[in-house]
């Protein structure tokens, strides 16, 4: 039997150290959803730590994560077949992705399909992603990598809100509120990436296009948090958003990022709206 003290403790640990931008929002949330909260973006940061593994191959990386995806599916989380899995990398992969079992046994048992089910579709969109190398050519190759990456989160994000009290969002708008928190991110690894020879920007796009491209999805995100009234729900998304708007400021005026204290500020402010 697993302490559940002790688990949460460790699950808010190991978010604080995989996440400067989710951890202190889901930190604000009400207990019940913290918890929720928490385990879903663990299991999610599970298999997103494989995808961005530096030192697994293309190939090691589809397999890990198609079969993870698979594990998914089933009615019942397979740890002793996951650890099989990853034992051959269990010296190189870091603590959130070994401990994938934890993160779901920590979900309330009531939602954790729809967290499971989420996370196998994402793990299935990395490895088709990890084969063709991230090279994304068109817009529909854009729309396509953002959905599997950022755009799941949202959608899994509207579930548990619509568990917890019944709050209904478009989904849609929940995906596009994920494509633009992305968005910002290839604006801001864009050197990185072309190091390692990946390609986010789809063909003849310049950093404008994808500067619209991720204004146009972080407008459905606005539009996504008016179907919201649950306050401790509507602080939540309000932090990450109001983040990503300020780094796109940012990156817009020729910084590489916001400074650390300029992150503390925007959630001061946040919190005491």
């Known amino acids: 039997m697993r302490d559940e003290a002790k688990l949460q403790k460790e699950a808010m640990h190991t978010l604080k150290l995989t996440s400067r931008t989710f951890y202190i929002p889901i930190k604000l949330l009400k ?32 397999h890990l994560l198609r079969k993870t995806s698979e594990l998914l599916k089933e009615s019942n989380f ?12 269990h010296a190189i992969l870091p603590d959130v992705s070994i401990r994938l079992g934890d993160w779901i046994h920590f979900c309330p048992v009531d939602i954790i399909d729809r967290v499971k089910e989420s996370t196998s579709i994402m793990a299935k969109g990395m490895a088709d992603w990890a084969e063709k190398n991230w090279q994304v050519k068109t817009k529909a ?6 959905y599997y990456v950022a755009g799941l989160v949202g959608v899994m994000l509207s579930d548990i809100w619509e568990w917890y009290d019944g709050t209904e969002t478009d989904r849609e708008l929940a995906i596009g509120y994920g494509r633009g928190l992305q968005a910002v991110n290839v604006l801001r690894n864009q050197d990185e990436d072309a190091e390692r020879g990946v390609q986010f920007f789809p063909e003849n796009w310049s950093r404008d296009d994808m500067f619209s491209y991720a204004e146009n999805n972080l407008d459905k995100a606005d539009r996504y948090m008016k179907s919201i009234q649950t306050k401790n729900i509507i602080l939540f998304c309000k932090i990450p958003l109001a ?3 300020r780094t796109l400021k940012a990156l817009k005026s020729g910084k590489e990022k916001m400074s650390r204290s300029e992150v503390e500020q925007t959630v001061e402010e946040i919190i005491k709206e």
Not at 37 to 54: G, K, P, T
């Open 141 to 146: 190759d854009l729309d396509d990598y953002t």
């Open 243 to 245: 983040l990503a708007k």
């Open 78 to 89: 397979n740890e002793e077949a996951y650890q099989d899995l990853i034992k051959p990398y």
């Open 31 to 62: 207990p019940t959803l913290r918890k929720t909260v928490a385990s879903a973006y663990l299991c999610m940061r599970a298999i997103d730590e494989i995808e961005d593994h530096e030192q697994l191959t293309n190939e090691t990386k589809s």
